[in-house]
């Protein structure tokens, strides 16, 4: 279905579906040195958020954020979005802290078209709000399906698969060990 024009070209209406892992290298936002970190991604008038994660410095989300009505032209990149991403330090008794924000653009990151298929995440680099100094990382990827295939959006696969390890910590020869005083 054609739904808008910009330039004389006309665009279709895509679902965008951002899947967010998780963050890395993230400073803490509040005093006792955690965070209670949540994801939002802005796709022009339309926000979508994770849920917050309760004292932790690094967020693991794992979630579908979902894009219903996005307007491109799949053939043309120029008309495809640009999200603003942020990560803020949910808190109750005021207002929300911006941690890190940037800039993705969805040309840029690693994505599939009308297919579920399993797409490699990529770190997106975050920068602290007034200085822009980088600011720890989210890991992303993206899926884009057409209308007629946006029924296949359920069949993301939101967690990644993981493979079960054990490992051992042997320390040897302790130098100087005295016993604590009681």
């Not at 279709?12 to 939002?40: H, L, Q």
């Not at 969805?106 to 100094?133: C, G």
Request: aromatic share 12%.
């Amino acid at each position: 279905i054609a739904i808008g024009e910009i330039g004389g070209k006309v665009n279709e209406s895509y679902a965008v579906v951002c899947n967010v892992y998780m963050s890395r290298y993230i400073v803490s936002g509040d005093s006792n040195g955690s965070n209670d970190p949540y994801v939002s991604l802005t796709c022009f008038e339309s926000e979508q958020k994770t849920n917050v994660k309760y004292n932790t410095v690094n967020g693991i989300w794992n979630e579908k954020l979902i894009f219903d009505t996005v307007e491109m032209e799949l053939k043309d990149k120029s008309t495809w979005p640009i999200f603003l991403l942020k990560l803020n330090d949910y808190d109750q008794m005021s207002k929300d802290d911006l941690l890190g924000y940037s800039y993705v653009w969805l040309t840029d990151m690693n994505y599939a078209v009308n297919s579920t298929e399993l797409v490699k995440p990529k770190w997106q680099q975050l920068y602290l709000p007034k200085s822009n100094r980088p600011q720890g990382e989210i890991l992303l990827s993206f899926y884009i399906f057409d209308n007629e295939h946006r029924n296949m959006i359920n069949e993301i696969k939101s967690e990644p698969e993981t493979i079960p390890y054990s490992f051992e910590i042997n320390i040897l020869g302790l130098r100087d060990l005295k016993p604590a005083s009681l």
